[in-house]
C-alpha cells in the first residue's frame, strides 16, 4: 500500500488542550480530599520505588512482600512524579495513608494533573485514531471531542489510580493497530502494536485477555489469507507483547517463585463476578437500568437515579458501591 502523506497535527494538539483544560477545572473543584484504598497502595509502591528503586510495597523492599502485588507501571509513574515533584517527595512519608491531616490533599496535585494529561492524550488519540482509519475531519473533530468533554470521566480524575494511564495506553493501542492495517505493511508496525499491548497488561492486569483474543484474531486471518505479511504482523506482535510481560513475570518468580503478572486480582474479579451469580431475576434486570450513563456533559448517573425512583429498593440496595452487604463490598 502506499504510504499516507503526514497530516498537520494541530487539530489533535486542540483537542488535547480542551481536555486539559476541562480536567484541570474539573480538579480544581473535586481534589479536597487525601487518597484511601487502591490509591494507598499505589502511593506506597511509588513512594518505595522512587526513594529506593525497588518495587515493593514497603521501604523493606520485594523480600518483606507477601506476593508480587500490584502491575508495576502506574507505580513507576508514580515515582516519576516523586523524583521531579519536591513538594510530594518530602511529603510522602507523612500523608501516604494519613486521611487525618486537611495539609495533605494538595501534596497531591501534580499526580492528579498528570491524571488530566492522560485523559486530554486519550481525546487526542481518539481524533488521530479516527483520521488514521479515514474519517472526515467533521467525524474526526466529534469523536476526538466526545472523549474530550467527557466530564464524568473527568470526575474520576481526582483519584490517583491506573486507570487514566490504562486509558492512554488503550487509546493509542487501536490507533498503532490502524497505522499498521491502513499504512505499508511492516512487522515493525506490529511491534508497536505488541510492545503498547504489554504496557497497557503491565498497568491492568485483566487487558492479558484482550491481548490473547488480538493474537489469536491475527492467527485468524493468518490462516485464512496464507500470506507472509500476515505471518509477520502475528509473530512480530506476539513476540513483543510476550517479551513485555515476560520480562515482569520472569522477575515475579525470581523474588517469589510465582510466575505470574500480578496477585490477588483475579481472585478479586472472580469473588465479585461469585456475589454477582447469586442476584435474583428482580435484580438482573435491575442491572440493565443501574449502569445506565447520563448525557456526556452531565456527572448524574442517569440508571442510579431512575432505579432509585422507579424499583424498589430491594432490587437496587445491593448495586450501592459502599454498602456493607453490597455486590462490591461483598465482593
Known amino acids: ?46 513512594r ?28 513507576a509513574l508514580i515515582a516519576a512524579v516523586m523524583r521531579i515533584d519536591p513538594v510530594l517527595a518530602d511529603n510522602a512519608a507523612r500523608c501516604i495513608g494519613n486521611n487525618d491531616d486537611p495539609t495533605c490533599p494538595p501534596i497531591y496535585r501534580s499526580l492528579r494533573w498528570v491524571n488530566a494529561l492522560l485523559a486530554a492524550l486519550v481525546a487526542g488519540l481518539t481524533y ?17 471531542l466526545y472523549a474530550a468533554l467527557n466530564i464524568e470521566v473527568m470526575e474520576f480524575a481526582r483519584y490517583i489510580i491506573s486507570d487514566f494511564l490504562s486509558m492512554a495506553f488503550a487509546a493509542a493501542l487501536p490507533l498503532a493497530v490502524a497505522a499498521a492495517i491502513v499504512r505499508r505493511h511492516s512487522a515493525w508496525r506490529w511491534i508497536v502494536v505488541g510492545v503498547l499491548a504489554g ?82 431475576p428482580r435484580q438482573y434486570l435491575t442491572a440493565f437500568v443501574w449502569w445506565i450513563r447520563g448525557p456526556l456533559w452531565s456527572e448524574r448517573h442517569l440508571g442510579a437515579d431512575i432505579g432509585r425512583t422507579l424499583l424498589p429498593e430491594s432490587d437496587w440496595h445491593r448495586f450501592d458501591t459502599y454498602v456493607p452487604d453490597g455486590y462490591y463490598i461483598m465482593g
Open 1 to 46: 500500500m502506499i504510504e499516507k502523506r503526514s497530516q498537520p497535527v494541530w487539530p489533535a494538539l486542540a483537542i488535547v488542550a480542551i481536555a486539559f483544560i476541562v480536567c484541570i477545572i474539573k480538579l480544581q473543584v473535586l481534589a479536597t480530599w487525601n487518597p484511601v484504598y487502591d490509591e494507598t497502595q499505589y502511593l506506597s509502591y511509588g
Open 48 to 75: 518505595t520505588l522512587a526513594e529506593t528503586g525497588q518495587f515493593a510495597a514497603t521501604l523493606a523492599g520485594p523480600k518483606a512482600d507477601s506476593g508480587p502485588g500490584r502491575e508495576p507501571l502506574y507505580p
Open 128 to 144: 488521530l485514531t479516527a483520521r488514521e482509519l479515514g474519517f472526515g475531519a467533521i467525524a474526526c473533530w466529534a469523536a476526538g
Open 199 to 280: 504496557l497497557l497488561i503491565l498497568t491492568k492486569g485483566i487487558y492479558e485477555l484482550y491481548a490473547a483474543l488480538g493474537i489469536a484474531a491475527l492467527a485468524i486471518a493468518v490462516i485464512i489469507r496464507r500470506d507472509r505479511q500476515t505471518l509477520a504482523a502475528l509473530v512480530a506482535a506476539t513476540l513483543a507483547v510476550g517479551i513485555v510481560i515476560g520480562s515482569w513475570v520472569l522477575r515475579n518468580d525470581l523474588v517469589f517463585g510465582q510466575p505470574v503478572l500480578t496477585d490477588a486480582r483475579g481472585a478479586i474479579a472472580l469473588s465479585t463476578r461469585e456475589e454477582l451469580d447469586h442476584m435474583n
